[in-house]
């Protein structure tokens, strides 16, 4: 019994040490977010400080940020979260629209070369991102796509639709046959059986696999730095607030707490689901 | 009116051919079960007449109508699965509406047609539950319920009792037989389980590696096996096979025959040839004890193990058999024989109660009647 204490008191400790490793940056850049510039710099680190809210003011042009060498910037941060959201959630549910079917068709039917087709959607995701988007770059501007949320949500496709295709086909897999038999023998015809038993029961695993994506799509960088000027996601938009030769930490930790938010919000909303769409399938 | 037939039905898999062309008439009303071990294309054969599984060549008739071409959803039958397939997002009365909603049946009607189902089926009390909240039995009650609200010409089960304990199988079994009278529609049932299939049907189809080896009513298959397969697949504890030799015959209705150094005895079955390798073939059931005063053939019966059931005891052991070689046979009996393991005892089989099996399997036709079964 004692040593069953013993034990579980060092797992315990792992498990906080483990919390604190990953909870340390962030936390880190939470507190940042609320100093001044003086206290970021300052050796050894403060941890008390008088807290500000002057660097959310900045990012949301409440105030003036400072003036830079190369005059006063104007940062409108809550454009790109939009356009974040926007793009994003875009990506996603077309994803869904056109990756669940697929996802179907790839767990449901058998034909010749299936795998090799599964394999060739899972490898865009191989491919080095920066290696497509310079002849991407040209295509855009030249079918003006180029800094369109159309352009970015059908680019971050490259992110999103293969996960989608492969989670949904084995989420379709776990749904035994006989359901969708059950369905016709019934009386109810193909959409039915999409709509009233199938997609009901990929909802778990769907939701789930929505938001993991989401994430992917949210935290991209490389797509909206080269095929974006104005539409930029969140994370290009925090790039741009490092700009040389000003103190701009407070600021980009400021632009970097508020771009956490959607995600997290989400991830609450969803939670219930994120565990079941992960864990096991969409059934049982 | 149901019937239901198919006509030189094929069913291949790639190169296997799971269903070697079925012949098939099934009447009307009938309660009909498609028996066999596992393979033997049963439930393929089910699921080919739901059109579940599309058939290479052949026909399927339901009331008349080729349907070979039709969707499932139009043939107007309902299906029991084994695994129930219950929608699991649905409560039950959402599964027991479903098929009247596809159908377009009005709303008053549904309600209607669910509550005599639900009543029928003793799961009033279940319909707003979840299936994931249900027992076994009562799941497949509600399966059931969604497979009559339908009201179709035409019931398929798939193995439907297999996922049931056997105390609940036994009472299931008897309320399928009483739904059946109690509806009369066309049963096709499937399940690799003789005693269910003995029970509950009107005619058994058994089925072996895709085709059928014999169609008859339990009673036929009981008494007048089609062949050695059909004899040992019906009846439990199953029957005896010994090898014997045909020694004589007295016309072409009897053959003698002796097994190992026994005495020759005349058995009423068609005449087979002389000296011929032959399989005898006899029931637990019909072994005797004691000597019956009639023509009968004489086994010494070494015996191995003894199960007493209470209602019936049951006497692993040996026979001999040519060369001092032994097999080994089973008696049943009703009587309470009082015996210890590795005891000797005299057997006798009567004539009548033989069997005898050509060495390709085949039936030698017996000139029994067979006494009235009710």
Request: charged fraction near 20%; proline fraction near 5%; glycine fraction near 6%.
């Amino acid at each position: 019994m004692q040593s069953r204490g013993l034990a579980s008191a060092m797992l315990n400790a792992l498990v906080l040490l483990v919390v604190m490793a990953l909870a340390f940056p962030i936390i880190w850049i939470v507190m940042n977010s609320f100093k001044e510039a003086a206290d970021i710099n300052a050796y050894p680190p403060v941890f008390l400080f008088d807290p500000t809210l002057e660097n959310y003011k900045v990012l949301f042009d409440l105030a003036d940020a400072e003036a830079t060498n190369y005059g006063t910037l104007k940062i409108e941060f809550f454009k790109p979260v939009i356009s974040s959201v926007i793009i994003s959630i875009g990506a996603v549910l077309l994803s869904v629209i056109a990756g669940v079917p697929a996802g179907y068709a790839l767990a449901r039917y058998e034909f010749r070369g299936k795998e090799d087709l599964a394999f060739f959607i899972l490898s865009f995701r191989f491919a080095p991102v920066l290696l497509v988007i310079i002849p991407m770059f040209q295509f855009f501007q030249a079918v003006g796509l180029y800094d369109s949320y159309l352009g970015m949500i059908w680019v971050y496709q490259i992110v999103t639709l293969p996960m989608i295709i492969w989670l949904s086909r084995s989420y379709v897999e776990d749904i035994p046959l006989e359901m969708e038999e059950a369905a016709a023998i019934c009386g109810a015809k193909r959409p039915q059986i999409m709509l009233q038993v199938v997609l009901p029961l990929l909802r778990p695993g769907l939701v789930g696999a929505s938001l993991l994506v989401f994430l992917l799509a949210w935290h991209n960088f490389a797509l909206g730095l080269i095929l974006t000027a104005k539409n930029t996601p969140v994370t290009v938009a925090l790039l741009k607030l490092l700009n040389p030769g000003v103190s701009f930490y407070p600021v980009v930790s400021a632009g970097l707490v508020v771009s956490m938010i959607v995600p997290i919000l989400l991830i609450m909303l969803g939670q219930r689901h994120l565990e079941r769409g992960l864990t096991f399938g969409a059934l049982k | 009116m149901a019937e239901v037939s198919t006509s030189k039905l094929v069913k291949t898999y790639g190169a296997v051919t799971a269903l070697h062309g079925i012949d098939l008439d099934i009447k009307d009303r009938e309660f009909i079960v498609f028996v066999g071990p596992s393979g033997s294309g049963k439930s393929t054969l089910l699921r080919s007449i739901a059109g579940l599984e599309p058939i290479a060549s052949g026909s399927v008739r339901i009331a008349g109508q080729d349907v070979t071409d039709v969707d499932p959803a139009d043939r107007d039958l309902s299906m029991v699965f084994q695994n129930y397939a219950l929608f699991p997002h649905m409560s039950c009365r959402g599964n027991l509406e479903f098929p009247l909603k596809s159908e377009g049946v009005a709303k008053a009607d549904i309600d209607s047609r669910v509550e005599i189902a639900s009543k029928l089926l003793h799961i009033e009390q279940l319909l707003d539950r979840k299936p994931s909240e249900l027992s076994g039995g009562q799941r497949q009650r509600v399966a059931i319920g969604r497979a009559i609200v339908k009201e179709p010409k035409v019931f398929l089960f798939d193995e439907p009792l297999s996922n049931l304990d056997a105390k609940l199988r036994i009472r299931m079994r008897v309320e399928i037989t009483k739904l059946h009278r109690q509806l009369k529609n066309t049963i096709i049932y499937v399940t690799h389980d003789q005693v269910e299939a003995m029970t509950m049907a009107d005619r058994i189809v058994v089925l072996r590696d895709g085709r059928i080896e014999q169609v008859g009513t339990p009673h036929e298959l009981y008494f007048n096996p089609a062949n050695q397969f059909v004899a040992t697949f019906i009846g439990a504890p199953q029957m005896n096979l010994v090898p014997c030799r045909s020694v004589g015959a007295a016309g072409d209705q009897v053959t003698t025959i002796q097994v190992g150094d026994g005495a020759p005895t005349p058995l009423p079955i068609e005449s087979a040839g002389q000296r011929e390798s032959l399989t005898l073939g006899f029931r637990p059931e019909h072994v005797l004890f004691q000597d019956p005063e009639c023509t009968a053939i004489r086994f010494e019966l070494k015996s191995d193990v003894v199960e007493h059931l209470g209602a019936v005891t049951n006497i692993y052991g040996q026979i001999p058999v040519e060369n001092g070689e032994e097999v080994d046979v089973t008696a049943s009996s009703h009587s309470d024989v009082t015996l210890r393991d590795g005891t000797t005892l005299s057997t006798w089989v009567a004539a009548e109660n033989c069997h005898l099996f050509r060495s390709d399997g085949t039936s030698l036709t017996r000139n029994v009647i067979a006494p009235e079964w009710n």
